[in-house]
């Protein structure tokens, strides 16, 4: 049985709310893949993004396992990175139209003759590609790439389906601000230890290792697969930071929110009563809370613009704007918050904003 016009209507309006709360790609990848296979009807989808020097910055893929994604992780260079080699940098580049480019009989001959295809899509029965790329300030920073197996190659009626969600995509780029409020996602302290120049990994606790694995880190030195036997390659940012005076933090992108790095100087006394420098780093997963958000208003039996000015009203924008930002009269506004205010479980329009900045996130609609 096919999906009704409602559910389909919901996903549009899912990304799209998704796509405006102006976090940035990687916060929404693992949704974003998620709604485009199942409006365009793939099996599978992926994620590749640069960073700002376009250089390989972070990956996702919805299915494969961690032996297959460690070789994008910690073979990249090596297996997929020669001059030449047809991989996610070659859709990213400003080449031809930015959707389909696997389509034509050119390029999927590209495709099939890659180590790309060899050592992942191969295995992992993706034969039929449908890539759309990713466009901010008219450079390419990543791609979407979503997949099929051999009885079910794309055609051109996926393009313009997809069309229209890669637009919202590129808009979610173009929208991201910089004041995204983040909440940790975790209630145990995950560490390691270094010594003082952040070389050489010392210690690592399981919670620790878990979340780097799970990370999808590109060139950190962080296998997804086997255990961690060297400092990730941060740690010697981290440490020159920390030998500055500064304050050492960095946050790095991830599916699904940022990790969040903290690095202070610790030591210990060895033989000889002698001090040895060493560097504490903790690492915490945060999500952005307009996500949060975001998810939460998407399951509530509101319609699409109640959820609009639900979520303006989380992320703590005025209500004496909501007429003018909605195009609603007052008298419509009023009956729009009273049916806000009874889903959502609040009495009045700054309700809305604790309920999400709270220390704790509301509880899940059943």
């Not at 796509?19 to 693992?30: F, T």
């Not at 799970?214 to 940012?237: D, E, I, K, Y």
């Not at 989380?314 to 209500?319: D, F, K, M, S, V």
């Amino acid at each position: 049985m096919g999906r009704s016009a409602l559910a389909t209507r919901r996903l549009h309006e899912r990304l799209r709310l998704l796509c405006d709360c102006g976090v940035g790609l990687e916060p929404i990848a693992a949704q974003a893949c998620e709604i485009l296979r199942d409006l365009v009807g793939a099996s599978s989808g992926s994620i590749f993004w640069l960073d700002r020097y376009g250089a390989p910055a972070g990956f996702f893929h919805d299915c494969a396992p961690a032996e297959h994604k460690d070789l994008f992780v910690t073979r990249f260079d090596e297996l997929f990175g020669a001059p030449g080699e047809f991989n996610m940098i070659t859709f990213t580049e400003i080449v031809g139209p930015p959707i389909g480019r696997m389509l034509t009989p050119e390029v999927h001959a590209l495709f099939r003759a890659s180590n790309v295809y060899r050592h992942l899509c191969a295995p992992l029965g993706h034969h039929h590609g449908l890539e759309m790329r990713l466009e901010r300030e008219g450079r390419g920073v990543g791609v979407l790439v979503l997949w099929n197996d051999d009885a079910r190659p794309f055609t051109h009626s996926d393009v313009t389906v997809a069309e229209p969600l890669r637009i919202l995509l590129e808009r979610a780029l173009q929208a991201e601000r910089p004041d995204v409020v983040w909440r940790s996602q975790g209630t145990r302290t995950a560490h390691y230890i270094t010594d003082a120049s952040g070389e050489h990994l010392l210690a690592i606790n399981p919670e620790a290792e878990g979340l780097l694995s799970r990370a999808h880190l590109l060139g950190q030195n962080v296998p997804m697969a086997g255990s961690l036997r060297t400092a990730p390659a941060f740690s010697r940012q981290l440490a020159a930071m920390l030998a500055k005076g500064a304050l050492a933090e960095l946050p790095l992108p991830m599916i699904g929110g940022r990790l969040m790095v903290r690095a202070s100087a610790s030591r210990r006394i060895v033989e000889g009563g002698h001090d040895e420098q060493q560097m504490f780093v903790s690492v915490e997963r945060e999500a952005a809370v307009d996500v949060l958000a975001v998810e939460w208003l998407s399951a509530l039996p509101l319609t699409f613009l109640q959820k609009q000015i639900a979520l303006f009203g989380a992320q703590g924008g005025p209500r004496a704007d909501c007429e003018a930002r909605f195009g609603v009269s007052q008298e419509a506004l009023k009956k729009h918050l009273r049916t806000i205010y009874e889903v959502a479980g609040v009495v009045n329009w700054l309700g809305l904003h604790d309920v999400f900045w709270a220390d704790s996130p509301p509880p899940w609609p059943r």
